[in-house]
């Protein structure tokens, strides 16, 4: 069983510069005269392997670039892009089209409209799977597309401002992405369009993985709404010779304006229109043109967009240096082909045998709390018959659960015992009670609904279990959880 890249997390940052050494060889090797960016030619490195391509959303440049890079090494292709074409319209699970496709390939994209439907494909397959985005939630190939852009044109992401415009909440790619600016080192600098600012899981998870939160700083222009800065960045930033395990409050250091008006890395992205929501459906979008990056703050930008632009961003930008975007997207091919071979086995060296350790436990538990998120393939009708929820346990001041498939956070109001069919709402009972024993509940009404009666003494004294931490617990919790 290969890896799989669900989440931008399954690659660590020595993993990444490694995919992108690699595209710097296939570049180096097929790139056309006078186009360094574009590719002509095959290389026979792939002949062996066929890539499956299942997209159940409209794609241009994911789908194609990925079958370009199996083409260009030599390997060949199954794809499904209408989504009314293949047995998902009939109702079928994507558990079931998992097992059946990888019969018939050596690797898979998947894009789908449910938030963890990439993760379910990786759980279900023997062969590795690639998320090609995943509703709102992740979109990590295009991120690596993205770093990849940059790190080409600016050579290095620590310390840079990177400003994240449009549409943060629902756009997959700025998930993806503001983990790996924070794991890099970047500074995060949102103008969100009002109402669709980043989801508060994100910032929560920007903050519990990566040591990234946002800070006060006076005297920003108008269209920020939020600074996110590494807290370790800035410790070593300023005294380089601190052990690596000493964190100071970011806020301490005392951030000014001035330190985030120079915009390194402008991001824009569309409004995702296809994707209802109560909130943001007016958003005022202000566009990006030639005249708006007249402003002193982008003279140095590089301006990136994902793709595909509606009129957020001007055709007058196109003809600007800093305007990237169809670099960018070229830039697809060769990293595409990189990820392929590595994982695909064909190229030794780029990736670990086994993906990057985790630190949190993981609850498992068919019954019990369930994600809340309506858009999560836990919720999704055919996926009920055979998934479990799944959730990471967060410690905290309260006790969080962080579904595995979405992100999304809830927290439980009882904890109990499976053996017993006791439940409590001293959540703290959690650490005293076996993983395989454990079941949670979001109120007591849904306990009692399953049967559950309350403790009859809560005295911790008579419970024979040690207990232990949240960390302190064997699992596989995100990956570079801890930096
Ligand atoms: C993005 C996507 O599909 O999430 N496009 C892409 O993959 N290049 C961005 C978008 O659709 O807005």
């Known amino acids: 069983m290969g890896r799989s890249i669900v989440t931008i997390d399954d690659l660590t940052n020595d993993e990444i510069e490694n995919v992108f050494a690699l595209a710097d060889e ?10 360094p960016e574009r590719l002509r030619g095959r290389i026979q490195l792939a002949e062996q ?4 391509t299942l997209f159940f959303e409209p794609s241009t440049r994911t789908r194609f670039s990925f079958e370009s890079a199996m083409l260009r ?9 209408d989504p009314a074409s293949s047995s998902a319209a009939k109702g079928e699970s994507i558990a079931d089209m998992i097992r059946v496709v990888q019969n018939y390939a050596d690797l898979i994209v998947i894009r789908h409209p449910l938030e963890g439907a990439a993760r379910v494909a990786a759980e279900f397959a023997d062969i590795p799977v690639i998320n090609g985005g995943d509703g709102r939630h992740e979109h990590p190939t295009q991120t690596l597309c993205d770093l990849y852009t940059l790190r080409r044109e600016k050579k290095k992401l620590k310390n840079l401002n990177v400003q994240l415009r449009g549409d943060l909440k629902r756009g997959r790619t700025v998930h993806s992405l503001v983990y790996a600016l924070a794991r890099f080192g970047a500074n995060i600098i949102t103008s969100s369009a009002p109402g669709l600012e980043l989801p508060a899981y994100v910032v929560r998870r920007l903050q519990r993985d990566y040591d990234c939160g946002p800070i006060d700083v006076e005297g920003l222009p108008d269209d920020v709404d939020g600074v996110y800065v590494t807290r370790r960045r800035a410790v070593q930033a300023t005294l380089p010779n601190l052990p690596p395990d000493f964190l100071i409050d970011v806020s301490s250091k005392g951030f000014s304006s001035k330190d985030f008006r120079k915009i390194d890395i402008f991001y824009v992205t569309r409004l995702q229109s296809e994707r209802p929501d109560e909130e943001g459906q007016k958003a005022d979008y202000p566009v990006v043109s030639a005249r708006f990056l007249k402003d002193r703050r982008y003279r140095d930008s590089s301006v990136l967009h994902p793709l595909p632009r509606l009129d957020e961003l001007a055709y007058d930008v196109d003809q600007d240096d800093r305007a990237l975007y169809f670099k960018q997207a070229s830039y697809g091919v060769p990293v595409r082909m990189a990820l392929l071979a590595a994982l695909l086995g064909l190229q030794e060296g780029v990736l670990a045998k086994s993906k990057p350790a985790g630190h949190y436990p993981l609850y498992t538990r068919r019954g019990g709390i369930a994600c809340l998120n309506p858009f999560c393939v836990t919720r999704n009708e055919p996926e009920q018959n055979y998934l479990a929820s799944k959730f990471w346990i967060l410690e905290g001041d309260a006790l969080t659960l962080r579904c595995l498939y979405c992100d999304h956070e809830t927290t439980p109001q009882c904890v109990g015992r499976i053996s017993t069919k006791r439940y409590d709402t001293d959540l703290s009972r959690w650490t005293r009670i076996p993983l395989e024993d454990l079941i949670m509940f979001a109120d007591r009404n849904a306990a009692h609904a399953a049967g559950f009666q309350l403790y009859k003494s809560r005295s911790r004294e008579h419970d024979p279990l040690p207990a232990r931490t949240a960390r302190g617990v064997a699992g596989s919790g995100p990956p570079n959880a801890a930096p």
């Open 73 to 81: 090494l030599g390997g060949h292709i199954l794809s499904s892009a």
């Open 26 to 35: 296939f570049l180096q090797r097929l790139a056309v005269d006078g186009k």
């Open 49 to 52: 392997c066929v890539l499956a």
